[in-house]
């Protein structure tokens, strides 16, 4: 018996560093982990800690700094060839030769090679069709070009699998509720004998009858239906609003927001897809804690039918946190060159209403209050730097004058959010306010969010306090810049798009472009249909500042591999191009 070194495996003929990468995870005896990831002791320390009597010191070693000694075994390397051959098969290599060799070395470790000869891939020369119903039969046939099957490639079970769920998701938002993988399967013909195979899709009939379609009939919502009002102490009638039934107990709410959200309208043909995103819309909501969609299928007049109750518990209305802070940083002042360190405090406030007006808004208050000793401490006290900053947003659950997105299926959430934010910062240097607010869409799809703003404000007034920097920023046109008060107004429009979740293999993309941000527009309009005045600069002003125009767009695109739990790579191209005009010509 020798103590594992290493496992290696070797192919001798190319698969693919995919396949090559998963075999490297099927072994049954894996080598102990290194200390510290460089030395090879963790044995020494588990047998030191094991003998004589027991203490903490022995504990540690044994159970911290050790591990139990992995020893070659024959009936786990033999478990781990079986291993990698029934993986081949499931990656079409139904007939592999595989091996393995044990070196020992004069220290008694052992590297245990594992040999793989997979033979000739089975590739699909053929994807048949077996359905005894034909309506079925038309539905499938007409999404072949969706299929994970595809032919001259080679035959895998894992993509077998994805057709089968693809098939049965298919049919089940075509009507068919009673489909599952009991009636769909796979059969393979290798009796070709030269590599190809023959696939077929089987999908069969429940005994002695036929797949029947279903129709979605009644909507009942129970909010909070455990409440006083199901006891008997208050009872609350139910009412029908927008062709669905609601028993509301105590929750005030508009019936009109769950309507927006509910999919699986009455009288419509039965779709898997209409309960998924209506689970997924109405938990977005954010004021509920509990959702329950139960269906209940029932026959009338030779049709098949299905009633839907949703419960839905209402989450907290009010929730108020607290959080404390404690800052230490280092700083470099430019001006001077002298190096700092800086101690501060903070306190984190946030404050959360749900469903405010009653249509399912939320409100969010955040403060934050922040002081910090900057630089030489004065005499004027210890904390000498100050930051105040207010945010409040109000998130509603549906586009704003565009009902049409919130109706349609495609959108798994959307918002239109209201945001103001207020900052106030003073600190050895200078003096800040900022002020911005604005309007955003975000339209969620499958794998793309839109965001749309379009309208957002930001002013900047700033008041130098230093002398240092005063006399230096009369010769500096970025620092005049920096400090100089300024506004901006205007539109931004782009999306987020990321094919992480249905990525076939270990890469994906994610890809972020603000398609247009333009801004200065609506000022420029204002002062041309108000006959607005020019300052000394020949540049317009609102309230006696200068705004900003122009018009970008940027682009940021991001390739990732995975390859295990602690390696990946990313490459990032972030590229953008900037116009400035109108008002902002001193800069082009």
């Known amino acids: 018996?020798?103590?594992?070194?290493?496992?290696?495996?070797?192919?001798?003929?190319?698969?693919?560093?995919?396949?090559?990468?998963?075999?490297?995870?099927?072994?049954?005896?894996?080598?102990?982990?290194?200390?510290?990831?460089?030395?090879?002791?963790?044995?020494?320390?588990?047998?030191?800690?094991?003998?004589?009597?027991?203490?903490?010191?022995?504990?540690?070693?044994?159970?911290?700094?050790?591990?139990?000694?992995?020893?070659?075994?024959?009936?786990?390397?033999?478990?781990?060839?079986?291993?990698?051959?029934?993986?081949?098969?499931?990656?079409?290599?139904?007939?592999?030769?595989?091996?393995?060799?044990?070196?020992?070395?004069?220290?008694?470790?052992?590297?245990?090679?594992?040999?793989?000869?997979?033979?000739m891939p089975y590739k699909v020369m053929d994807y048949r069709l077996h359905i005894e119903d034909k309506q079925i039969y038309d539905l499938v046939n007409g999404e072949m070009d969706e299929s994970f099957v595809q032919w001259w490639k080679p035959i895998d079970q894992g993509l077998l699998i994805k057709e089968q769920e693809r098939i049965i998701n298919q049919l089940r938002n075509n009507g068919y509720y009673i489909m599952g993988k009991e009636f769909v399967d796979f059969s393979i013909d290798t009796n070709d004998g030269k590599g190809f195979c023959i696939v077929s899709l089987n999908i069969r009939n429940p005994t002695d009858d036929v797949h029947e379609k279903y129709y979605n009939k009644q909507v009942t919502i129970e909010i909070d239906p455990n409440s006083q009002s199901d006891r008997g102490l208050l009872k609350r009638d139910t009412f029908a609003a927008f062709r669905i039934m609601y028993k509301p107990a105590f929750f005030k709410l508009n019936p009109e927001i769950l309507n927006?959200?509910?999919?699986?309208?009455?009288?419509?043909?039965?779709?898997?897809?209409?309960?998924?995103?209506?689970?997924?819309?109405?938990?977005?909501?954010?004021?509920?804690?509990?959702?329950?969609?139960?269906?209940?299928?029932?026959?009338?007049?030779?049709?098949?039918?299905?009633?839907?109750?949703?419960?839905?518990?209402?989450?907290?209305?009010?929730?108020?946190?607290?959080?404390?802070?404690?800052?230490?940083?280092?700083?470099?002042?430019t001006l001077t060159g002298q190096d700092f360190r800086n101690y501060g405090v903070a306190i984190l406030t946030q404050f959360t209403n749900r469903n405010v007006f009653r249509n399912a808004e939320i409100l969010q208050l955040t403060f934050r209050s922040a002081?910090?000793?900057?630089?030489?401490?004065?005499?004027?006290?210890?904390?000498?730097?100050?930051?105040?900053?207010?945010?409040?947003?109000?998130?509603?659950?549906?586009?704003?004058?565009?009902?049409?997105?919130?109706?349609?299926?495609?959108?798994?959430?959307?918002?239109?959010?209201?945001?103001?934010?207020?900052?106030?910062?003073?600190?050895?240097?200078?003096?800040?306010?900022?002020?911005?607010?604005?309007i955003n869409y975000q339209l969620n799809r499958r794998l793309t969010t839109l965001y749309f703003w379009p309208f957002e404000v930001s002013y900047i007034r700033s008041n130098i306090r230093s002398p240092e920097l005063q006399t230096q920023s009369a010769n500096d046109i970025f620092l005049q810049n920096l400090f100089t008060n300024n506004l901006i107004a205007g539109?931004?429009?782009?999306?987020?798009?990321?094919?992480?979740?249905?990525?076939?293999?270990?890469?994906?993309?994610?890809?972020?472009?603000?398609?247009?941000?333009?801004?200065?527009?609506?000022?420029?309009?204002?002062?041309?249909?108000?006959?607005?005045?020019?300052?000394?600069?020949?540049?317009?002003?609102?309230?006696?500042?200068?705004?900003?125009e122009f018009a970008k767009s940027t682009i940021d695109i991001r390739y990732n591999t995975i390859y295990?739990?602690?390696?990946?790579?990313?490459?990032?191209?972030?590229?953008?191009?900037?116009?400035?005009?109108?008002?902002?010509?001193?800069?082009v």
């Not at 959702?291 to 108020?320: C, G, H």
């Open 260 to 333: 927006f959200n509910i999919l699986m309208m009455p009288n419509n043909e039965f779709r898997q897809n209409s309960i998924n995103r209506t689970y997924s819309r109405l938990s977005d909501l954010g004021i509920f804690r509990f959702v329950n969609i139960q269906s209940s299928p029932y026959e009338r007049n030779d049709s098949m039918f299905l009633n839907y109750n949703i419960r839905l518990i209402p989450n907290v209305k009010y929730t108020a946190t607290i959080e404390p802070q404690a800052t230490l940083s280092d700083q470099n002042n």
């Open 371 to 438: 002081l910090e000793a900057q630089g030489q401490i004065k005499s004027t006290g210890f904390f000498n730097s100050t930051e105040q900053r207010l945010t409040a947003a109000v998130i509603m659950p549906r586009t704003l004058l565009f009902s049409g997105f919130d109706r349609n299926e495609k959108y798994y959430s959307n918002k239109t959010i209201f945001s103001a934010t207020g900052v106030y910062e003073l600190n050895i240097d200078y003096e800040r306010q900022v002020l911005s607010a604005g």
């Open 564 to 587: 295990d739990q602690n390696n990946s790579t990313v490459f990032r191209l972030l590229a953008g191009y900037a116009l400035p005009y109108g008002n902002t010509r001193d800069f």
């Open 1 to 119: 018996m020798s103590l594992l070194k290493s496992n290696e495996t070797r192919v001798e003929q190319p698969v693919g560093g995919e396949i090559e990468r998963q075999l490297t995870t099927l072994y049954k005896l894996v080598p102990n982990r290194k200390l510290f990831g460089l030395f090879n002791s963790r044995p020494y320390f588990y047998i030191k800690g094991s003998r004589g009597n027991d203490n903490f010191i022995k504990k540690f070693m044994r159970n911290s700094l050790g591990e139990q000694p992995v020893f070659t075994d024959s009936l786990f390397i033999e478990n781990t060839v079986k291993s990698m051959q029934n993986f081949m098969v499931t990656k079409g290599y139904f007939y592999p030769e595989i091996r393995y060799e044990v070196a020992v070395s004069k220290r008694k470790k052992a590297t245990v090679t594992y040999i793989i000869k997979p033979n």
């Open 491 to 548: 539109s931004r429009l782009g999306f987020v798009y990321s094919n992480k979740q249905v990525a076939k293999g270990l890469s994906f993309i994610y890809l972020r472009w603000d398609l247009l941000d333009i801004a200065g527009y609506p000022l420029s309009l204002y002062n041309r249909l108000a006959g607005g005045t020019r300052d000394e600069d020949g540049s317009y002003t609102v309230f006696g500042v200068k705004y900003f």
